[in-house]
């Protein structure tokens, strides 16, 4: 015992004088993910990274370990500048506090602050690769695109009264990509064609229908070269024929629901329809997914199988996302399988169309479920590389897909089969395994 006492009293001198200490989430944070490293190979002319930090700074200790993992042989460049010393330079790129960082390429920079001290970047640090790919992206993109949400019809993106259907991290994505976003309505224009600026038009779960003029505007831009994100919904109502016909898709109304891969929310036969899928076809659009080293599961709030028309011999459908097996269409939503009609099967879920053109590809991307994009399934990384890698196709930058580096907390979902395995773990398996302990230790008693 005084042995142990004094080792422990050494322990403790010891680490008074020698104060070290090891943050494991921030050092993981501060590293490229492989979207990072593919942008700095696409880039065509060569990228400047200031860094305006004191020397022997913890903080820049960090970020200098994460722009040495990029990699990027002679098309980067990273200098540290001390913005007192140099304030010249310091004024020309608007830096006026320590801890700022500049992508510069050509005649045009990006600025943005992480911070000197320990407890001011700690969190900014975590996010640092993701904010990287957005100064980037804006950097890229210095002239600007535009995003529109059409609204009017009951969307997503509109709906004010249950949290669960924002898409506030789908709109942070799209201005991390250097998106402005803006609505589209048929009161500002809709009814007669999609502005000439959009880059990206997102129609995401319509409850009520479109008008017949503007599934003609949406159906003309999509031909003439435009790039749609599209999520439907079994309630609502079907989308225009001009627009069904220039897609060669057809959304069935009839919710898909599995009997074990769900999540478990309500604990009743309704979350049946909170079906997972691991499925994922060879396409760009899902390449993250689809080449991942660890299983990623996309999470789908209700949805509907899409079908293939008869599209045009210019339009090309290739189906991405798929169903598990066993997943049936409900013919009256009450969750119970009916087995002589509703019948198990893998089921289309997500498409990617292309319309040929000489100049310019029309695409689109259509999914059979409009909450895939809200937030609250958002928490799943396969939802997440879903948007992003899906995006990235519609812009033609899908050699920018991969992973981001981020430590942040996320609400662990957990399937009907997982949830069974952590309760009969709990209740059965822990007072088990201490019975055993207690048998053995008894056991071993009597021997002696």
């Known amino acids: ?23 494991l989430s921030q050092n993981r944070s501060a590293k490229p993910g492989t979207a990072s490293q593919a942008m700095v190979k696409r880039l065509e002319a060569p990228l400047e990274v200031l860094l305006f930090f004191p020397r022997a700074n913890d903080v820049l200790e960090k970020v200098e370990r994460y722009f040495a993992g990029l990699d990027g042989g002679d098309k980067l460049k990273v200098s540290l500048h001390d913005r007192l010393l140099e304030p010249e330079l310091a004024k020309e790129h608007k830096v006026v506090q320590e801890g700022s960082i500049v992508l510069k390429t050509g005649k045009s920079s990006r600025l943005w602050q ?49 949290s669960p259907t924002r898409v506030r991290f789908l709109q942070e994505v799209l201005r991390r990509l250097g998106y402005e976003l803006k ?67 057809r959304h069935d109304p009839h919710l898909l629901m599995h009997d074990k891969l769900h999540l478990a929310r309500r604990r009743d036969a309704s979350d049946r329809s909170l079906i997972v899928t691991g499925s994922f076809a060879s396409h760009p659009a899902v390449s993250t997914l689809a080449r991942g080293q660890r299983p990623m599961g996309v999470i789908l709030g209700g949805a ?10 210019e339009v090309k459908v290739s189906f991405t996302l798929r169903s598990m097996p066993d997943t049936w269409a409900a013919a009256n939503g009450d969750g119970v399988q009916q087995k002589a009609e509703e019948k198990g099967q893998v089921h289309q879920l997500g498409a990617a169309v292309v319309h040929e053109r000489e100049d310019r590809d029309g695409k689109a991307l259509v999914y059979g479920d409009a ?49 069974a395995l952590i309760f009969h773990g709990t209740v059965f398996g822990l007072p088990l395994l201490v019975l055993a302990g207690g048998f053995a230790y008894l056991r071993r008693r009597r021997r002696s």
């Open 114 to 162: 992480v911070g000197a001290k320990k407890n001011i970047a700690r969190s900014r640090l975590k996010k640092l690769d993701a904010e990287f790919q957005k100064q980037l992206h804006k950097l890229m993109h210095a002239q600007g695109r535009t995003a529109y949400l059409v609204t009017g019809h009951g969307e997503v993106n509109q709906r004010v009264e249950a």
């Open 183 to 249: 609505d589209l309505s048929l009161k500002n224009g809709l009814g007669r064609k999609v502005p000439d600026d959009a880059g990206l038009v997102l129609l995401l779960g319509p409850l009520e229908g479109l008008s017949e003029a503007e599934g003609n505007s949406l159906a003309s831009y999509f031909a003439g070269g435009g790039r749609l994100l599209m999520g439907l919904q079994p309630e609502g109502q079907p989308l225009p024929a001009p627009l069904q016909k220039a897609l060669g898709l």
């Open 371 to 419: 909450d895939l994009f809200a937030d609250e399934q958002m928490g799943a990384l396969g939802n997440r590389y879903l948007l992003i890698d899906g995006l990235n196709w519609l812009a033609d930058e899908e050699s920018f897909s991969g992973t981001t580096d981020q430590v942040e907390d996320l609400p662990v979902q957990h399937s009907r089969s997982e949830d």
């Open 304 to 313: 509907g199988p899409l079908h293939k028309g008869a599209p045009a011999k």
């Open 1 to 23: 015992m005084v042995m142990a006492i004094a080792a422990i009293m050494l322990l403790n001198v010891s680490a008074h004088y020698r104060s070290v200490s090891w943050d």
